[in-house]
């Protein structure tokens, strides 16, 4: 059934998708509203299909790596569904509703069913833990988006070339500093979510820190994202610097999700087989 529900939440991101991009290029106000609401109708699928999910298995899904994808691609619309409330980015939409929906479909494209759930993860440090990391890891990938307008919109002002998909964009300022909101949002959020992997690690196999490669990359991503947001706040760090390196610090982040554990095969890496 959560397949099924999973396939409907994909569709209807596409459609959300195409939305998104066609108000770019027509900008028209009844697709800039429509295309959210397509979007949330998603949301609402998808939400259905994580908690059949979980009354099917007992567990919440995020123990395989397709699981994983499924349940990141949901935070990260929940946290753009929460921005346009506020802000009204309905061109941040036409970068989250394509990723959210090839995520979705890989979810259940290339995964297998859901299997017994191992012994050491029947905790409620599972929840805990994945949740905030990958509350975090959602939040950078929204001040990615928002990174990439930012740099798209620099260039074509600096050159003096306005064509009409960028006058959609936001103001430099508004873009700047809705990065800095996003990063004073996910910083603290992706230093809890290690945190709780270091309690958890530290009750499961005896030791806080193994000096696993994914703890390794979490750690150099906490720092790197610490460095900016402390450079932000007392060293004026802004504009397209700061975009720059927020969008660096995403890809190590994702490109460690995505493809980390199949390289650096580790006990933590375990958790979504």
């Known amino acids: 059934m959560d397949v099924t529900l999973l396939k409907v939440t994909a569709v209807l991101y596409l459609l959300a998708s195409t939305s998104f991009i066609v108000y770019i290029f027509l900008v028209r106000e009844f697709i800039s509203s429509l295309s959210p609401v397509i979007l949330f109708a998603g949301f609402a699928a998808h939400t259905a299909a994580l908690g059949v999910h979980f009354l099917q298995t007992g567990y919440p899904g995020v123990v395989q790596f397709r699981e994983a994808l499924s349940f990141?691609?949901?935070?990260?619309?929940?946290?753009?569904?929460?921005?346009?409330?506020?802000?009204?980015?309905?061109?941040?939409?036409?970068?989250?509703?394509?990723?959210?929906?090839l995520m979705t479909l890989a979810a259940f494209a290339f995964g297998t069913g859901p299997g017994e759930l191992p012994p050491g993860l029947r905790t409620y440090w599972l929840p805990l833990h994945v949740t905030l990391a990958f509350l975090g890891n959602a939040v950078f990938a929204l001040a990615?988006?928002?990174?990439?307008?930012?740099?798209?919109?620099?260039?074509?002002?600096?050159?003096?070339?306005?064509?009409?998909?960028?006058?959609?964009?936001?103001?430099?300022?508004?873009?700047?500093?809705?990065?800095?909101?996003?990063?004073?949002?996910?910083?603290?959020?992706?230093?809890?979510?290690?945190?709780?992997?270091?309690?958890?690690?530290?009750?499961?196999?005896g030791n806080y820190w193994s000096w696993e490669p994914r703890q390794i990359s979490s750690g150099i991503a906490w720092l790197f994202y610490g460095v900016i947001l402390h450079g932000r706040i007392t060293a004026g760090l802004r504009g397209k610097k700061a975009a720059l390196l927020t969008m660096v610090g995403f890809v190590v982040v994702i490109g460690y999700f995505l493809v980390g554990d199949s390289i650096f095969p580790s006990r933590h890496g375990g958790r979504f087989e």
């Open 144 to 205: 990615f988006g928002v990174s990439l307008m930012y740099l798209l919109q620099e260039n074509h002002l600096k050159r003096k070339k306005m064509s009409s998909v960028m006058k959609r964009f936001p103001s430099l300022e508004a873009l700047d500093k809705l990065n800095y909101v996003l990063l004073v949002w996910g910083f603290p959020l992706m230093t809890l979510g290690i945190l709780t992997g270091s309690m958890w690690a530290g009750i499961q196999w």
């Open 72 to 101: 990141y691609a949901w935070l990260l619309v929940a946290g753009y569904l929460l921005i346009q409330l506020k802000y009204r980015l309905s061109i941040l939409g036409a970068i989250i509703s394509p990723l959210a929906f």
